[in-house]
């Protein structure tokens, strides 16, 4: 079964700290690969996305993750958090032959520490 | 304005009545989603389409009813609400790759 699974419902890291939030998924082709962010109130913004080439993609807001097909995972990765960075992050996966449809993880919560 | 819109923004009702939140997307995308957020549950998929004049379920569609005439539009309507609809519902549109998320519209039924 297709899925993707975020295994840390909730993390608080201090500003400045480096994050890493983890993702794993389940996938039968090859995968498109997403990670959106929600601040409070707000709807979801792509950081950055996978459709092929290089494995290490760059997003928006200083935001990096890695394609490890051998591990199936798309980490999302920041060597120095801000404050406002603080939101719920989701991981998702597409793939050409799921309708445009996209499979999200559960979220994880980012807390920021002053 | 380009983009995804939703209104209403926020929406009040009592169980039994009809109520339609809209969506328009600027973009011509094919495909247009409906998700209802919830704590616990993270989002889950009300209702997509294709195209116009296409649309399928998705993983909760009791009680909902949409309709795609236009590629613009994708409306989703609740014909006769229930408290377990009280929620933050998105819509988004996409071109087979990303989804593009409108800013949702929050609907309690009392």
């Known amino acids: 079964a297709q899925s993707v699974t975020q295994p840390d419902i909730h993390i608080t890291v201090s500003e400045g700290a480096s994050l890493e939030l983890r993702c794993n998924y389940s996938?039968?082709?090859?995968?498109?690969l997403f990670w959106y962010v929600q601040s409070p109130g707000q709807g979801l913004q792509l950081l950055l996305k996978?459709?092929?080439?290089?494995?290490l993609v760059q997003g928006i807001k200083g935001f990096e993750a890695e394609f490890k097909r051998s591990q199936s995972s798309f980490n999302l990765r920041k060597p120095s958090v801000h404050w406002s960075d603080a939101a719920e992050y989701f991981c998702?996966?597409?793939?050409?032959?799921?309708?445009?449809?996209?499979?999200f993880g559960q979220g994880t919560e980012l807390s920021v520490k002053p | 304005d380009a983009g995804i819109t939703q209104s209403p923004r926020y929406k009040i009702t009592e169980t039994g009545r009809q109520v339609t939140l809209m969506c328009h997307q600027t973009?011509?995308?094919?495909?247009m989603f409906w998700y209802r957020q919830d704590l616990g549950h993270g989002l889950r998929l009300i209702y997509y389409?294709?195209?116009?004049?296409?649309?399928d379920k998705g993983e909760v569609p009791d009680g909902y009813v949409v309709s795609r005439s236009k590629t613009e539009n994708f409306p989703l309507t609740l014909e006769s609400a229930t408290r377990s609809q009280t929620s933050v519902y998105f819509c988004?549109?996409?071109?087979?790759?990303?989804?593009?998320f409108g800013p949702g519209t929050r609907l309690t039924v009392l």
């Open positions: 988004a549109s996409s071109d087979g790759g990303e989804q593009f």
């Open positions: 996938y039968g082709a090859t995968p498109y």
């Open positions: 996978y459709f092929s080439g290089d494995t």
């Open positions: 998702a996966v597409g793939g050409t032959n799921q309708g445009g449809k996209l499979i």
């Open positions: 973009w011509s995308h094919s495909y």
């Open positions: 389409s294709a195209a116009a004049d296409i649309t």
